[in-house]
T-cell receptor
Framework: EAQVTQNPRYLITVTGKKLTVTCSQNMNHEYMSWYRQDPGLGLRQIYYSMNVEVTDKGDVPEGYKVSRKEKRNFPLILESPSPNQTSLYFC?????????????FGPGTRLTVT | DQQVKQNSPSLSVQEGRISILNCDYTNSMFDYFLWYKKYPAEGPTFLISISSIKDKNEDGRFTVFLNKSAKHLSLHIVPSQPGDSAVYFCAARFNQGGKLIFGQGTELSVKP
């Protein structure tokens, strides 16, 4: 089954404790991206990757890191989480086509930082 | 500064009637526009897209209209069905790149 998986689905952590949210896709997509969803603000792009070893900042990259060492994986790293990073996070992937980007989204990771 | 805006947080429509969801943008460098639908506790799903060189794209019950002079796009759903009840996000892509800007979303409720 074609899918984007994220782990964990729920996470409660404390300020300053490094964490990683994993994202994996099995569709051989070149493009992957991370978003956060907050009430009244919609979806905001954090980072995206056009292909392996190619990443770039989205709209709200501060406080986040990413890496793309393999095509299927695109982990999101919070080196020192803060309460303002409490949010619902989505990973997405797609082929890079002219009609970009008809993305497949993962189920979401709800993160709470206390 | 919000470059993609959905000014209506919610919309309620009767089953069988037309739903019109609106989206405004400010940046002329956007080259593709997309609509996504999101149910609670799920990730968004792609619905329909339109290139900036076109003014209309249709897919079944869903049609997207683009008015570049007004920097406005709209999604029409005809006829509306209760299963269409969800949050709808419009999104815009920067100039063939990977950067996407989403609107705040509009919650559509289709009443039987």
């Amino acid at each position: 089954e074609a899918q984007v998986t994220q782990n964990p689905r729920y996470l409660i952590t404390v300020t300053g404790k490094k964490l990683t949210v994993t994202c994996s896709q099995n569709m051989n997509h070149e493009y992957m991206s991370w978003y956060r969803q907050d009430p009244g603000l919609g979806l905001r792009q954090i980072y995206y990757s056009m292909n392996v070893e190619v990443t770039d900042k989205g709209d709200v990259p501060e406080g986040y890191k990413v890496s793309r060492k393999e095509k299927r994986n695109f982990p999101l790293i919070l080196e020192s989480p803060s309460p303002n990073q409490t949010s619902l996070y989505f990973c997405a992937s797609s082929f890079r086509t002219e009609s970009s980007y008809e993305q497949y989204f993962g189920p979401g990771t709800r993160l709470t930082v206390t | 500064d919000q470059q993609v805006k959905q000014n209506s947080p919610s919309l309620s429509v009767q089953e069988g009637r037309i739903s019109i969801l609106n989206c405004d943008y400010t940046n002329s460098m956007f080259d593709y526009f997309l609509w996504y639908k999101k149910y609670p506790a799920e990730g968004p799903t792609f619905l329909i897209s339109i290139s900036s060189i076109k003014d209309k794209n249709e897919d079944g019950r869903f049609t997207v209209f683009l008015n570049k002079s007004a920097k406005h796009l709209s999604l029409h759903i005809v006829p509306s069905q209760p299963g269409d009840s969800a949050v709808y996000f419009c999104a815009a892509r920067f100039n063939q790149g990977g950067k996407l800007i989403f609107g705040q979303g509009t919650e559509l409720s289709v009443k039987p």
